[in-house]
C-alpha cells in the first residue's frame, strides 16, 4: 500500500505531503467521498456540466446541501476562457470538473481551469477518472488541489478500488476542519490508516494487487511512452474514420475515447457491429442516443483492432 501511494504520487507529480486514500467503491464513492469531505454548507462551488458525469458532481452537492450552480455547455460546445470568466470574483470557494467528460470525450484545459481557480481562490477538485494514463495531468505544475481515479478505466484494472488524492494545503486547510458526513468514506480516517499503509475497512485485495502490478508497469514503462501509445491509437481511429467520412466533434478530445456522430441511426449502427461484427461500441444516452456512439481507446488494444473496426465501419455503413 505504501508503495503503490508512492508510485501514485510520483505519477501524478504531486509532494510527499500529498495524501491518497484507497476506497473500495466505483469512480461515483470517490467523487462523494472528495466533495462531501472537502466542502461543506458554507462553500459555494462553480460545477463544469458538459455531460452526465458533471452532472452527477452536481447532484452529489445536492444530496450534501453544498451550495452550488452549474457552468453547463451545450453539446459541441468548447469551455472557454470567456465561459469562465462570467463567474470571476462571484464568491466561489470552489470548482468541480471532470478532466475528460467521458460521456462527451472533451477533455478540458486544465491549466486555463486552474489560473481561474488560482485567481478566485479557489479549490480545484479534477475526476481524472479516465483522463489519468490517457493525458497529460500533472497535479502540483497543474495547479489541482484534489484528484479522483478509479481503477476500471485508463488504468485498466478491473472495478472496486477508486481513489482520491489530497494536496497538503487542502488536507490541512479543509479535510482536516470539515466533518465528514460519511463513516465508510470518511478521508481523515483513510489517510490516517494508510500511514501505515492500512485501510480502516476490508480492501478489493484483487483490485489493489493489480494496480500496484499496474503502478508498476507503468513506471517502468513511462508514463510519456503510456501515454502516446494510448494517443497513437486514438489518432491512427480518428484519421481512419474521417477518410469513411464519419463525423467526429471539434472541441479538445481526450486520447482516452473518440465519439463518432452519425445524422441518425447511431443505435442501428451499435446493434449491427455488436450482432455482425463482434464490435461493441458504448452507446450513448440523452438527447444524442441515436447520434453518437463512442470508440475507446483504452485498455488491451491495438492499432489490429482499430482496422478490424474500421472494416466493420464502412461495410456496415455502405
Ligand atoms: C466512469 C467515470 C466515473 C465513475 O463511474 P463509476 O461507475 O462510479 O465508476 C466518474 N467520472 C468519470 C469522468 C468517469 O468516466
Redesign the pocket.
Known amino acids: 500500500m505504501l508503495e503503490s501511494e508512492n508510485l501514485l504520487k510520483g505519477l501524478l507529480g504531486t509532494a510527499d505531503d500529498s495524501k491518497v486514500a484507497f476506497l473500495t467503491a ?4 470517490a ?1 462523494e467521498a472528495a466533495v462531501s469531505d472537502i466542502f461543506d454548507s458554507d462553500d459555494r462551488l462553480l460545477i463544469v456540466v458538459g455531460g452526465s ?1 458533471g452532472r ?1 458532481f452536481a447532484e452529489i452537492a445536492e444530496v450534501h446541501g453544498i451550495p452550488y450552480d452549474v457552468l453547463e455547455l451545450e453539446f459541441g460546445h468548447e469551455l472557454s476562457e470567456t465561459d469562465l470568466q462570467r463567474y470571476d470574483s462571484a464568491g466561489y470557494t470552489g470548482i468541480l470538473v ?1 478532466m ?3 460521456s462527451t470525450g472533451q477533455l478540458y484545459d486544465i491549466r486555463m481551469i486552474s489560473s481561474f481557480a488560482r485567481r478566485n481562490g479557489m479549490c480545484l477538485v479534477v ?1 481524472a ?2 483522463a489519468f494514463l490517457a493525458d497529460e495531468l500533472q497535479m502540483d505544475d497543474m495547479g489541482i488541489d484534489a484528484v ?1 481515479l ?1 481503477s ?2 485508463a488504468l485498466a484494472l478491473s ?1 472496486g478500488i ?1 481513489m482520491v488524492v489530497v494536496n497538503g494545503r487542502t488536507c490541512s486547510d479543509r479535510i482536516s476542519r470539515i466533518r465528514s458526513p460519511s463513516y465508510y468514506l470518511d478521508l481523515k480516517h483513510h489517510f490516517k490508516d494508510q500511514e501505515r499503509g492500512q485501510t480502516p475497512f476490508t480492501p478489493a485485495v484483487g483490485t489493489l494487487l493489480e494496480l500496484n502490478r499496474m503502478l508498476h508497469l507503468v513506471h517502468d514503462q513511462g508514463l510519456e511512452t503510456r501515454i502516446e501509445n494510448t494517443r497513437s491509437l486514438a489518432m491512427h481511429f480518428r484519421k481512419g474514420a474521417a477518410d469513411l467520412g464519419i463525423e467526429v466533434p471539434g472541441y479538445r478530445l481526450s486520447n482516452a475515447v473518440t465519439p463518432i456522430i452519425f445524422d441518425h441511426g447511431a443505435k442501428d449502427v451499435y446493434n449491427r457491429l455488436r450482432d455482425g461484427y463482434g464490435f461493441t461500441l458504448t452507446p450513448t444516452g440523452g438527447d444524442m442516443a441515436d447520434r453518437m456512439l463512442r470508440v475507446g481507446h483504452i485498455g488491451n488494444m491495438s492499432i489490429q483492432d482499430y482496422d478490424d473496426l474500421l472494416a466493420a465501419l464502412r461495410e456496415v455503413l455502405e
Open positions: 466505483s469512480g461515483t464513492g467523487m458525469f452527477r471532470n475528460d467528460e467521458t475526476d477518472i479516465s479522483i478509479s476500471q478505466k472495478p477508486s
